[in-house]
């Protein structure tokens, strides 16, 4: 019976964790946290290349899921989104009419520029080539995912 879905939107985790990085982001996805007080600042996660957020693992657990479900699970590939709403509607059952409430699609630019002017070495491309070199195997399956899969 399919009287409900679930909604997994998932995205580049090099840009996930510039955008939202921290010890309580860590908590609320059961991370490998420890305590607050040793929680590293971005760049120092980066260079520690040790996946505590449990990005892989979560990212598996919806896509490559070890029992079957009783319910459909809509994963959502964020970068491929906008390019790709009828298959999202599609799969959501909702009416293609729906597309034109969508939100307009933005995005912030962090590199070296935004990192000196912020004084922020965590959102320097030295840390997201740390952060890349990391989660590449899952970088590149994001990047090979179609826009929307029910799985």
């Given at each position: 019976?399919?009287?409900?879905?679930?909604?997994?939107?998932?995205?580049?985790?090099?840009?996930?964790?510039?955008?939202?990085?921290?010890?309580?982001?860590?908590?609320?996805?059961?991370?490998?946290?420890?305590?607050?007080?040793?929680?590293?600042?971005?760049?120092?996660?980066?260079r520690a290349?040790?996946?505590?957020?449990?990005?892989?693992?979560?990212?598996?657990?919806?896509?490559?899921?070890?029992?079957?479900?009783?319910?459909?699970?809509?994963?959502?590939?964020?970068?491929?989104?906008?390019?790709?709403?009828?298959?999202?509607?599609?799969?959501?059952?909702?009416?293609?009419?729906?597309?034109?409430?969508?939100?307009?699609?933005?995005?912030?630019?962090?590199?070296?520029?935004?990192?000196?002017?912020?004084?922020?070495?965590?959102?320097?491309?030295?840390?997201?080539d740390l952060?890349?070199?990391?989660?590449?195997?899952?970088?590149?399956?994001?990047?090979?995912?179609?826009?929307?899969?029910?799985?």
């Amino acid at each position: 019976m399919d009287n409900y879905r679930i909604l997994y939107i998932y995205k580049d985790p090099v840009e996930a964790l510039v955008s939202r990085y921290g010890f309580g982001h860590c908590i609320h996805i059961q991370g490998d946290c420890g305590q607050e007080r040793d929680w590293p600042k971005l760049d120092g996660y980066a260079r520690a290349q040790a996946d505590r957020m449990k990005l892989m693992a979560h990212f598996n657990s919806y896509m490559h899921p070890e029992q079957q479900r009783k319910f459909p699970i809509v994963a959502v590939n964020y970068h491929k989104l906008w390019d790709n709403l009828p298959a999202l509607m599609q799969a959501l059952g909702l009416p293609e009419s729906l597309i034109q409430t969508f939100p307009p699609r933005t995005e912030t630019v962090r590199n070296d520029l935004t990192a000196a002017g912020e004084k922020n070495a965590a959102h320097s491309e030295a840390t997201r080539d740390l952060l890349g070199r990391m989660y590449k195997p899952l970088v590149e399956e994001i990047r090979q995912s179609p826009a929307v899969l029910v799985v």
